[in-house]
């Protein structure tokens, strides 16, 4: 096994994490958009990616 540098606790949660990631149902995913759905809170993306400088890795096409 590896060596990982994590403690024992961060192990037993990472463990519970993907156990539980493990029975979450995929079948239908990723789900298809609802038509005519509207999201509040649009807008904040650009500015995330401004703000963070995603630029410098990622490009929008």
């Known amino acids: ?27 239908v995913w990723p789900p298809k958009p ?3 759905l509207k999201v509040s809170g649009g807008g904040t993306g650009d500015v995330a990616y401004e703000k963070n400088n995603c630029s410098s890795c990622h490009i929008i096409n």
Request: hydrophobic share 45%.
């Open 1 to 27: 096994m590896p060596v990982l540098g994590i403690t024992d606790d961060e192990a037993d949660t990472l463990i519970a994490f993907l156990e539980w990631t493990s029975k979450v149902d995929t079948n």
């Open 34 to 36: 609802v038509p005519g």
